[in-house]
């Protein structure tokens, strides 16, 4: 395929134009990037370097590979680069304003207010509040050969947003209103048809956007009079030092979106560390005996760094598999990555899940090796931006502790209640063509341990 190069960059500037094989108009490298995105990745660095351009999903594309120019993207130090723009193409119409949609001053203001609802106060309480349903999630679970822990988890973590993001008594009839209708909103964002014909994902992804809206909007004023230890509650009551509070549509938008930023990225970090434990009994068995030790069958706030193999292979895993494999911004001025020139209206991809092979950054990437991630090694520290999925600068994931809190304290209580194991020439087949995840669920043998805690 021939070289191209993106644009002229200004003359008399320094600036170096951006190369690329791009492929078909609209089409390119589309396929071959879902279906094997780590051979591209290391074709085009090796060919044209960090910064690259071809067609992705209709639009020309600039990738920028390895932590250098991850860090200049998300760093964002001469504001050029916008999230709204980028984002909304894939997601606007069913997490509209959600707040990773939102730029600059308008971004901060938001972000400001939302920090309150997630304070160290406030993460205890959701973690005192979700401990008691994961036990009772878990519980439910039945022991079996070619058990799918993928389709397990995915439930668990969609129960427990009920419970601990919401805080409101659903009936099941309700609750699976309300989670059909997130799922069909989370789906449409990889319509492959991306306008609305009834009976397609787009068509269904809007409806179920006005179901969201309606239940919030229902729920809302009960919940700014009574208040409560969820999320939903902390939204409304957030507050800045200044004054400044969500309106009530800030609120339901808010809320649609963190629902959809929270639940597959848990459910993916959470079934590529039990992926990674079966396939290494040694370190599952590493897990099980620190979580033992403890003594308690469900961690509080406390214990949460003291659960140092846990954090480990959360690390790897995370870094392994980027729950949000790509990190889209759009051009919003004539700007220049690591000297090349970006012209004003180039959607640029920060594309985090190959970034975290590259060999250059990471001795034996394809190797799990949690012990990386040790005080003594801390490979991590090799640059700011080496390990980063959960992205960096102003929109650096505000759900990190929580995450970390939530996928420890479900992976206690699973290492005392089960040991799960799959054959040993067993390789998952992962889906990269959305959200990375198992095509096949994950089947397991899962076993009844005798004693819990
Ligand atoms: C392991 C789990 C998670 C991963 C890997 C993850 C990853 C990310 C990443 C990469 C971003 C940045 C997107 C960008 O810059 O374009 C982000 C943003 C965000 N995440 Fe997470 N996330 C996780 C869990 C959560 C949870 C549990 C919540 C809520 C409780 C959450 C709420 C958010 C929100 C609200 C944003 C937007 C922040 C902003 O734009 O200011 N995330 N997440």
């Not at 997130?182 to 269904?204: C, E, M, N, Q, S």
């Not at 690390?315 to 949000?324: G, I, Q, T």
Request: net charge neutral.
């Amino acid at each position: 395929m021939g070289t191209r190069l993106l644009a002229a960059p200004p003359e008399g500037s320094e600036l170096k134009p951006v190369r690329g094989a791009p492929g078909l108009p609209y089409i390119g490298n589309t396929l071959q990037v879902m279906r094997n995105p780590f051979g591209v990745a290391r074709e085009r660095y090796d060919q044209f370097g960090e910064v690259s351009w071809g067609w992705l999903l209709g639009q020309r594309t600039v990738t920028v590979q390895g932590p250098e120019a991850a860090e200049t993207v998300l760093i964002n130090r001469d504001k050029a680069f916008a999230n709204g723009p980028a984002w909304s193409y894939f997601i606007g119409p069913f997490f509209y304003r959600g707040i990773m949609l939102l730029d600059f001053e308008e971004h901060l203001h938001h972000r400001r207010i939302m920090q309150q609802a997630f304070t160290q106060k406030r993460l205890r309480a959701y973690l005192d509040a979700m401990a008691p349903s994961i036990g009772k999630g878990l519980d439910a679970w039945e022991p079996a050969r070619g058990f799918k822990v993928y389709d397990h988890l995915k439930q668990l973590t969609l129960d427990l947003a009920t419970d601990v993001f919401m805080g409101i008594e659903l009936d099941r009839a309700e609750a699976d209103r309300v989670n059909g209708a997130f799922i069909d909103a989370v789906r449409a964002g990889t319509a492959y048809v991306r306008f609305p014909v009834p009976g397609l994902r787009w068509h269904k992804g809007m409806k179920a956007r006005k179901v969201l809206e309606e239940f919030f909007k229902s729920n809302l004023p009960a919940k700014r009079r009574d208040g409560g230890d969820d999320l939903f509650a902390a939204l409304c009551e957030a507050q800045t030092d200044d004054g400044d509070r969500f309106t009530d549509e800030d609120v339901v938008n808010h809320m649609i979106f963190a629902l959809m930023a929270a639940h597959d990225t848990t459910t993916i970090t959470l079934t590529t560390m039990a992926y990674y434990l079966a396939k290494h009994p040694e370190w599952q068995e590493r897990l099980r005996e620190e979580s033992q030790a403890l003594g308690k069958p469900v961690l509080s706030f406390e214990d949460l760094d003291s659960m140092v193999s846990i954090d480990m292979v959360m690390k790897e895993s995370l870094r392994l598999v980027s729950p949000v494999p790509a990190l889209p911004r759009r051009a919003v001025k004539d700007t220049s990555i690591l000297g090349y020139h970006i012209p004003a209206g180039t959607t640029v991809v920060v594309p985090q899940l190959t970034n975290h092979y590259m060999s250059e950054w990471w001795p034996d990437p394809e190797k799990f090796d949690p012990g990386r991630f040790s005080g003594e090694r801390r490979e991590d520290k090799v640059h700011k931006y080496a390990w980063s999925p959960f992205g960096g600068g102003a929109h650096k994931c505000i759900g990190l502790h929580f995450a970390g809190m939530q996928v420890k304290s479900i992976l206690h209580q699973l290492l005392l209640r089960y040991r799960w194991s799959v054959p040993a020439r067993y390789e998952w087949p992962l889906d990269t063509t959305s959200l990375p995840s198992p095509k096949d669920g994950l089947p397991v043998r899962l076993e009844r341990l005798e004693n819990t805690a």
